[in-house]
């Protein structure tokens, strides 16, 4: 069975960094691909980050509001991927959630939901 289980979250001020993983858990997979999304009180969930496999590379991509001040990268051997967020605002505060399209021996390639983690950036 996948999991994906978010980690690195919490509350810090503007002007901070803060580096959210998505570890993927199970036998013999491999990420095709991840996305980052985020959701703040009261608004729609939106696409912060994607990162997707092609060939030897990635293709990654970061929304244009974002982009100077965040990064994703990935770590095969850890099964990770990382969404590094520096300079936070207020504006950042919300829960992020890591969607991944990954492939197994056992069930091949389905689409998996991590739980969330809250960011909270005060003033």
């Known amino acids: 069975q996948v999991q994906l289980m978010e980690s690195g979250g919490g509350s810090v001020q503007a002007g901070e960094s803060l580096t959210l993983s998505c570890a993927a858990s199970g036998s013999l997979i491999v990420i095709n691909s991840m996305r980052w999304y985020r959701q703040a009180p009261g608004k729609q969930r939106e696409l912060v980050a994607s990162t997707l496999r092609r060939g030897s590379g990635d293709i990654t991509n970061i929304a244009d509001s974002l982009k100077g001040r965040f990064t994703i990268s990935r770590d095969d051997a850890m099964n990770t991927v990382y969404l590094r967020m520096n300079s936070l605002q207020p504006e950042d505060t919300g829960a992020y959630y890591c969607?991944?399209?990954?492939?197994?021996?056992?069930?091949?390639?389905?689409?998996?939901w991590g739980q969330g983690i809250q960011v909270t950036v005060s003033p």
């Open positions: 969607n991944g399209n990954i492939y197994s021996r056992t069930t091949g390639s389905n689409d998996y």
